[in-house]
């Protein structure tokens, strides 16, 4: 008898493990949102109800390859006029919609398996990646504080996450990132340069042919 929460063909969470062998500022909690799942993925439409994903544009005018949107009380933008948090959703002048519970319940649950306590996020940045949309190498400092660590979720289609160093030409770790996987990191590990691979093409089971992210940050 299976008296598991997974599928047969889930696996069940794993002790959270470091990213970087032999440190513990960012680590990986393999499928630690499965049991999470099918809390998330209403709330998540009716986000996308509310804020439709969209492809914002650099700073340099070319549109993102992700669509993206937000929730919580600030939103990631850019536009031509360059990266920052946002009260208001650019597209409707409107607040995003508010952070689910569950969204939170998730972000903090796995901020303190990793060993960071009293993560209080206030955005949390949802991505998606349709086959052959990646992101570059980049740092997520457009947070006012660095001391709060980031939770990134990963629900769909298997990704590659680049792992790098404090320089942007430093050699990137390749991480294979499965649906329900999450990522924390912080400390002195926060500046590090990261990204994701061109996503490949392929049909998830629960979310089609795409790759869901969120990640939840302290922004203010
Ligand atoms: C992604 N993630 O996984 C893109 N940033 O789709 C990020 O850019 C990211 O996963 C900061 C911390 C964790 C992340
Ligand atoms: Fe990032």
């Known amino acids: 008898m299976n008296l598991s929460l997974f599928a047969d063909e889930e696996q069940a969470p794993a002790a959270p493990a470091p990213l970087v062998p032999g440190t513990s500022a960012s680590m990986l909690l393999r499928g630690f949102a499965l049991p999470y799942v099918a809390g998330l993925l209403p709330a998540l439409d009716a986000i996308a109800h509310a804020a439709p994903l969209r492809h914002m544009?650099?700073?340099?005018g070319l549109p993102m390859s992700?669509?993206?949107?937000s929730c919580g009380l600030l939103g990631w933008v850019t536009d031509r006029r360059g990266y920052r948090y946002a009260a208001l959703d650019p597209a409707s002048g409107q607040p995003w919609p508010?952070?689910?519970?569950?969204?939170?319940?998730?972000?903090?649950e796995a901020a303190l398996a990793a060993g960071y306590a009293h993560f209080n996020p206030d955005a949390c940045l949802v991505?998606?990646?349709a086959p052959?949309?990646?992101?570059?190498?980049?740092?997520?400092?457009?947070?006012?504080d660095f001391t709060a660590p980031i939770v990134s979720v990963s629900l769909g289609?298997?990704?590659?996450?680049?792992?790098?160093?404090?320089?942007?030409?430093?050699?990137a770790a390749r991480i294979p990132l499965l649906?329900?996987?999450?990522?924390v990191w912080g400390g002195v590990d926060r500046l590090r340069f990261h990204g994701v691979a061109p996503l490949k093409e392929g049909e998830?089971?629960?979310l089609g042919a795409q790759r869901i992210n969120l990640t939840f940050r302290k922004a203010s």
Request: glycine share 8%.
């Open 157 to 171: 289609l298997p990704a590659t996450f680049l792992f790098g160093g404090a320089a942007r030409a430093d050699k």
């Open 204 to 206: 998830h089971a629960l």
């Open 179 to 183: 649906h329900g996987d999450v990522v």
């Open 98 to 108: 508010p952070m689910p519970a569950v969204f939170l319940r998730l972000a903090q």
């Open 127 to 129: 991505n998606r990646y």
């Open 57 to 60: 544009l650099t700073p340099g």
């Open 66 to 69: 992700v669509a993206m949107s």
């Open 132 to 144: 052959g949309a990646r992101m570059a190498l980049h740092q997520d400092r457009d947070e006012r």
